[in-house]
């Protein structure tokens, strides 16, 4: 029997997956990640509170025709393989995810793979999903620049001439990117306050958060080919929820005039899950205003934002302990980022820089004009002077040892189900040195 190929994004499909009807994991979600439930890892989607092995299905001929090459695409324990594929081979295997687990399929049932295939994603272990190439922190939102331009240059300008006409980002690096629950030691490094004339080395006193939108590339053009923005969703494998974990004291002494370097290269936390680009389409909402306009290399057609909320959770170790629930102490949204992915992407490759699949991209920080909207501690908090009162009684400037931030991100409106990233976590532990 043959159906009509239905738009996956469809509002009204249902699977017969249990539990998919809410949360953040409906069929019109269907997310990326590697997972592992005791043996080798595999890669995965996540479909209400199953993770579908896209192994077994591969082995099973369930992608073919379609899909031809899907045996290879999941051969490796990461997806590099699926993220090089390509735009095309992305639109072909949601389309068929899509159907296999739409109201009414019994194909998983019908090969005798749907109790081996479909596993509980409370048992599994959810790893880092694919092997990242290079990673290029962005500093997109005007708000958070503005924010830190205060507080680090005060008196000055707060920003600087650049910013309104390019995106301004740097390297990072790509080894300490980790999947959200893995602990995060605090870092040591040179810290210099402005009263004393020389800096000392110890445990960084001001670790911070960063919350950020990441999104993970397919191979590029070439080199010395740049992506015309026009183009960029061709490059785009899916997005990640990213926290960029930063240590404001060594950050602040060593930064001028190359830009970040041990202050934020210890850790950075992602999502296991990376939802496509075509599940967030429908999400899609005008930007801010750009003024001046962009370059004509930068100029983007409206819609060019998404629309995605976005919070940030801390809980204190005796908050943990005592199964207290963590205190959200942000909310903001994704589309009042003032530079987009596709305007990211477009000036990372203008030079003909080349991306490979599996690059990382992180928006930088986003706040927006609300202070229970800032992204980090150190513009929550205005770098100590205001702290913040957890449930326990106890107070932040910055993070402290114990401490669990945990970040989610997710897309609703009334007129679709709800689609979420999951979320990044991490718990703080300290420092061995100083
Ligand atoms: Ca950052």
Request: glycine content about 10%; charged content about 20%; proline content about 8%.
């Given at each position: 029997?043959?159906?009509?190929?239905?738009?996956?994004?469809?509002p009204v499909l249902r699977s017969w997956v249990p539990s998919s009807a809410?949360?953040?994991?409906?069929?019109?979600?269907?997310?990326?990640?590697?997972?592992?439930?005791?043996?080798?890892?595999?890669?995965?989607?996540?479909?209400?509170?199953?993770?579908?092995?896209?192994?077994?299905?591969?082995?099973?001929?369930?992608?073919?025709?379609?899909?031809?090459?899907?045996?290879?695409?999941?051969?490796?324990?990461?997806?590099?393989?699926?993220?090089?594929?390509?735009?095309?081979?992305?639109?072909?295997?949601?389309?068929?995810?899509?159907?296999?687990?739409?109201?009414?399929?019994?194909?998983?049932?019908?090969?005798?793979?749907?109790?081996?295939?479909?596993?509980?994603?409370?048992?599994?272990?959810?790893?880092?999903?694919?092997?990242?190439?290079?990673?290029?922190?962005?500093?997109?939102?005007?708000?958070?620049?503005?924010?830190?331009?205060?507080?680090?240059?005060?008196?000055?300008?707060?920003?600087?001439?650049?910013?309104?006409?390019?995106?301004?980002?740097?390297?990072?690096?790509?080894?300490?990117?980790?999947?959200?629950?893995?602990?995060?030691?605090?870092?040591?490094?040179?810290?210099?306050?402005?009263?004393?004339?020389?800096?000392?080395?110890?445990?960084?006193?001001?670790?911070?958060?960063?919350?950020?939108?990441?999104?993970?590339?397919?191979?590029?053009?070439?080199?010395?080919?740049?992506?015309?923005?026009?183009?960029?969703?061709?490059?785009?494998?899916?997005?990640?929820?990213?926290?960029?974990?930063?240590?404001?004291?060594?950050?602040?002494?060593?930064?001028?005039?190359?830009?970040?370097?041990?202050?934020?290269?210890?850790?950075?936390?992602?999502?296991?899950?990376?939802?496509?680009?075509?599940?967030?389409?429908?999400?899609?909402?005008?930007?801010?205003?750009?003024?001046?306009?962009?370059?004509?290399?930068?100029?983007?057609?409206?819609?060019?934002?998404?629309?995605?909320?976005?919070?940030?959770?801390?809980?204190?170790?005796?908050m943990v302990r005592s199964g207290a629930p963590p205190q959200r102490i942000?909310?903001?949204?994704?589309?009042?980022?003032?530079?987009?992915?596709?305007?990211?992407?477009?000036?990372?490759?203008?030079?003909?820089?080349?991306?490979?699949?599996?690059?990382?991209?992180?928006?930088?920080?986003?706040?927006?004009?609300?202070?229970?909207?800032?992204?980090?501690?150190?513009?929550?908090?205005?770098?100590?002077?205001?702290?913040?009162?957890?449930?326990?009684?106890?107070?932040r400037g910055f993070l402290e040892d114990g401490d669990r931030v945990t970040?989610?991100?997710?897309?609703?409106?009334?007129?679709?189900?709800?689609?979420?990233?999951?979320?990044?976590?991490?718990?703080?532990?300290?420092?061995?040195?100083?």
């Open positions: 029997m043959n159906h009509p190929p239905r738009d996956p994004n469809d809410s949360g953040d994991f409906p069929i019109q979600n269907l997310p990326y990640g590697l997972f592992r439930e005791g043996g080798p890892a595999h890669p995965g989607v996540a479909i209400g509170d199953f993770v579908l092995d896209l192994r077994a299905l591969a082995a099973a001929g369930l992608f073919a025709p379609s899909v031809a090459n899907a045996p290879a695409l999941f051969a490796e324990p990461s997806l590099n393989a699926l993220a090089a594929s390509g735009r095309a081979t992305w639109r072909a295997l949601r389309a068929r995810l899509s159907e296999l687990l739409a109201e009414g399929n019994r194909e998983l049932l019908e090969a005798g793979i749907a109790e081996r295939a479909l596993v509980r994603r409370d048992a599994v272990e959810m790893l880092l999903p694919l092997a990242i190439g290079d990673y290029v922190d962005f500093y997109s939102s005007l708000e958070h620049a503005t924010n830190l331009g205060k507080i680090l240059r005060p008196g000055s300008e707060p920003l600087l001439p650049n910013w309104r006409h390019l995106p301004v980002g740097y390297h990072g690096r790509s080894g300490t990117v980790v999947v959200s629950g893995t602990p995060v030691v605090r870092p040591a490094g040179q810290r210099k306050s402005p009263d004393v004339a020389a800096p000392d080395f110890g445990p960084s006193r001001m670790l911070d958060f960063e919350l950020e939108m990441g999104f993970v590339t397919g191979n590029g053009p070439g080199l010395g080919v740049p992506i015309a923005i026009e183009h960029a969703s061709d490059f785009i494998f899916g997005a990640v929820l990213v926290n960029d974990w930063s240590a404001r004291d060594i950050q602040a002494w060593e930064y001028q005039p190359l830009g970040p370097f041990l202050g934020k290269s210890f850790a950075t936390s992602i999502s296991p899950w990376i939802v496509s680009l075509e599940a967030l389409e429908p999400y899609r909402v005008r930007g801010p205003a750009q003024e001046p306009e962009p370059l004509e290399y930068l100029r983007e057609r409206e819609p060019r934002s998404l629309d995605v909320a976005l919070e940030v959770n801390l809980a204190s170790d005796g942000s909310r903001g949204n994704m589309r009042s980022l003032y530079w987009s992915m596709a305007q990211q992407l477009a000036h990372l490759t203008s030079n003909g820089a080349t991306i490979r699949a599996g690059d990382l991209c992180a928006s930088g920080t986003i706040s927006g004009s609300d202070p229970s909207s800032y992204g980090s501690m150190i513009e929550l908090t205005w770098r100590g002077a205001q702290p913040l009162t957890l449930s326990d009684g106890s107070t970040m989610r991100a997710f897309c609703e409106n009334d007129a679709r189900p709800r689609i979420g990233f999951g979320e990044v976590s991490g718990t703080v532990l300290a420092g061995g040195t100083g």
